[in-house]
């Protein structure tokens, strides 16, 4: 009897990438890692967005960051702003904070957020002609053993839509290691293959059998929406930078409002300002901001 294969269809840039592994690391456990030579983003540049967001962290906070000892200064932020812990009634000091919005602050970032790799593996996920921007952040983070609390900040990243959900992805995200990650220097956390409970994570299960993302810097993260994932607390010295840049389905409400409030005089500086508009959404068609059907008129 012949046995029933799962059918995955290919677009023709995975193929050309090189990336049927990932698709099928994607498939099973949810997320995948693909290696810094298989980004097609140098390590010069690589060091280039980490100072960057360097100068970037100092403009807003202030005070100095350093890659190898951390903020110059001893930073504190109320409890109550890390949410995840929170939920969990965790008190603690947050050691970490998200510069936002980053496509408008540098060429830099928008050239990562259309990354060939990061999309072909996003757009097998979510769709092809159906995936656009939502955010694009990064994750500035420092030595502190509290983190996200207890529970780690477990969560998923297509949470608000409700349930039911189907095995297609509503959204789906990358997180570019910037510095290394593993455990100590407080790396990733993920639950292989949870993105097909699809519900979000239940407590204490997630946090046991959660495992660390390790990968050397300038590695990139790609994972579904369903998929729960937090991070380990950073307990070495120094920063743990990272980028985030989210997806969405087009029916999905994005987290910025890209659309109608990004720069636009800043897109054809970019590596491809055409797909760069596709995915920003410009020429979508909802929500409408006006009439656009046609109106009875008097016949006289
Ligand atoms: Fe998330």
Redesign the pocket.
């Given at each position: 009897m012949e046995r029933p294969t799962l059918e995955t269809r290919l677009s023709s840039e995975v193929q050309e990438l090189g990336l049927e592994d990932f698709v099928l690391q994607l498939e099973v456990d949810g997320l995948c890692v693909v290696p810094p030579e298989k980004t097609g983003v140098q390590p010069e540049t690589i060091k280039g967005i980490r100072d960057q967001l360097l100068v970037e962290a100092e403009q807003i906070v202030g005070c100095g960051f350093h890659l190898e000892e951390g903020p110059d200064t001893p930073l504190t932020m109320s409890a109550d702003e890390n949410v995840f812990a929170v939920f969990s009634g965790d008190q603690g000091e947050p050691t970490q904070f998200l510069v936002q919005q980053l496509c408008a602050r540098d060429r830099l970032f928008r050239d990562l957020a259309i990354n060939p790799t990061g999309l072909a593996l996003i757009r097998h996920m979510i769709g092809r002609n159906a995936t656009r921007f939502s955010s694009h952040n990064a994750f500035i983070k420092w030595q502190g053993e509290f983190g996200y609390g207890r529970n780690l900040g477990l969560?998923c990243?297509q949470m608000a839509v409700p349930r039911p959900w189907g095995r297609n992805a509503l959204t789906a995200?990358t997180n570019w290691c910037l510095t290394d990650y593993t455990r100590e220097d407080g790396a990733m956390a993920y639950v292989p293959g949870s993105h097909r409970r699809m519900e979000p994570p239940r407590f204490p299960e997630a946090v046991e059998l959660a495992v660390p993302i390790e990968a050397p810097a300038g590695s990139l993260i790609v994972f579904h929406g369903a998929t729960w994932?937090g991070a380990f607390p950073r307990m070495t010295p120094g920063m743990r930078l990272s980028i985030a840049n989210y997806f969405r389905h087009y029916m999905i409400l994005p987290q910025d409002d890209i659309k109608n409030l990004f720069p636009q005089d800043l897109v054809d500086d970019c590596s491809d300002p055409g797909l760069f508009k596709l995915l920003a959404g410009f020429a979508d068609e909802f929500p409408y901001t006006q009439q656009t059907e046609r109106i009875p008129r008097f016949v006289s």
């Open positions: 969560h990243d995200n994932h």
